[in-house]
């Protein structure tokens, strides 16, 4: 809910009478695709906060695709965007509701089903819980803040 009065997730009027929905968003900020080593796969309002991140600490090398649609799985356009970065050591998958809520299994099956490549993908997120949301807004802001973090310092 709160997407629709973040200033960011905008369309142009163009956009919205001669576009189309794209169900995959491929990245627009990383230009040097061979210094790529990690691919960041998200959706939602988690990657406002990456790429805020992102800019904040001048991280030029790490594409996030956004998935805005995931049934049907558009694996194909997916894999042609992830091919395109020659160099990837690691590809995860962000997401601020807990493991075993949220897109995390059904990404991870179909990336794994329909994709088939050669790098495992990997989670970052909330560990899995029997709620949604924590009782207390700072102990959440907190845990929000350090998987944003660690979507950038991951390693195999």
Not at 44 to 61: F, Q, S
Not at 86 to 105: D, H, R, S
């Amino acid at each position: 809910k709160s997407l629709l009065r973040h200033p960011l997730a905008v369309s142009s009027k163009e956009e919205f009478t001669n576009g189309k929905f794209e169900e995959i968003i491929a990245d627009q900020f990383v230009k040097n695709f061979d210094k790529v080593k990690r691919i960041i796969l998200t959706s939602g309002k988690v990657y406002y906060e990456l790429t805020k991140y992102r800019e904040e600490n001048n991280i030029d090398d790490v594409p996030i695709i956004r998935l805005e649609q995931y049934y049907p799985f558009n694996h194909k356009k997916l894999k042609k965007y992830l091919d395109s970065y020659k160099n990837v050591e690691e590809i995860i998958w962000v997401q601020e509701e807990p493991k075993n809520m949220g897109a995390w299994n059904f990404i991870y099956t179909n990336f794994n089903e329909k994709i088939k490549y050669d790098i495992a993908l990997k989670y970052i997120g909330r560990p899995e819980a029997a709620s949604p949301a924590y009782g207390s807004a700072k102990i959440s802001n907190q845990w929000q803040k350090e998987i944003i973090k660690e979507a950038f310092t991951f390693n195999t």
